[in-house]
């Protein structure tokens, strides 16, 4: 039973190009998050998608991030036009249920760390 | 706002204890965590609390929550090289749609 996958798990982007995180949810998880963490900082919530909807994106910076949870394959964080303040630890976390439900776990994967030169 | 806060740093002796405090803001009234990150690792749940509770015990770990003082505390009884991590307090908000983490606590162990 895989756990949360993300991929790449480290990635190099020159300033200007593009990055394209992907998270693969565990099996049954309907529900993704994702957050950032700077170095020597702690997690900062980004946005928080169901299959096919964005339920809250307001921890999203206003332009160049995006984020998507298609009916089929992973979720995709996609920053465009990378600067060298984005070079962070992107993490990803599912859930099976809805926010409040149960226990309200979240699943993590272990990052994709974007290193922008 | 949404506002949680740990200190950064804490360093204890091995066989001590060590306690990891929390002051947040507000939160929907559902559950309160903790988180534990190894290095390069993601995060794993620790432990959690559900709002109605003063105290959770579990094992060597002790969760303590004031509510009126909005305060979470983790305690970990005798202290191993293996609790050596980065501790994050995490609150829900908003109806619980998004949960917001600290900044997390580095544990550090001296022998």
């Known amino acids: 039973n895989a756990g949360v996958m993300q991929n790449p798990r480290h990635l190099v982007r020159r300033r200007g190009q593009e990055a394209r995180l992907r998270c693969s949810p565990m099996?049954?998880?309907?529900?993704v998050y994702w957050y950032r963490q700077l170095p020597e900082e702690g997690l900062k919530f980004m946005v928080y998608?169901?299959?096919?909807?964005?339920?809250?994106e307001s921890g999203m910076p206003k332009e160049r991030f995006s984020a998507e949870f298609p009916k089929e394959g992973p979720s995709i964080l996609r920053i465009q036009q990378v600067v060298r303040g984005d070079s962070a630890a992107y993490f990803c976390?599912?859930?099976?249920?809805?926010?409040?439900?149960?226990?309200?776990?979240?699943?993590f994967g272990e990052g994709s760390r974007l290193t922008v030169l | 706002g949404e506002d949680v806060e740990q200190s950064l740093f804490l360093s204890v002796r091995e066989g001590d204890s060590s306690v990891i405090n929390c002051t947040y803001t507000?939160?929907?009234?559902?559950?309160l965590y903790w988180y534990k990150q190894e290095p390069g690792a993601g995060l794993q749940l620790l432990t959690y609390?559900?709002?109605?509770?003063d105290m959770k015990q579990d094992q060597r770990l002790t969760v303590l929550l004031n509510k009126k003082d909005k305060h979470l505390s983790l305690r970990i009884a005798d202290t191993q090289t293996g609790d050596s991590a980065i501790y994050f307090c995490?609150?829900?908000?908003?109806?619980?749609?998004?949960?917001?983490f600290g900044s997390g606590t580095r544990l550090s162990i001296r022998p």
């Open positions: 507000d939160s929907s009234s559902t559950y």
């Open positions: 995490a609150v829900p908000y908003s109806s619980a749609s998004k949960i917001i």
């Open positions: 976390a599912s859930s099976p249920r809805d926010p409040g439900a149960g226990t309200g776990e979240l699943f």
């Open positions: 998608l169901q299959k096919e909807n964005i339920i809250d």
């Open positions: 099996k049954g998880h309907s529900h």
């Open positions: 609390i559900f709002s109605n509770m």
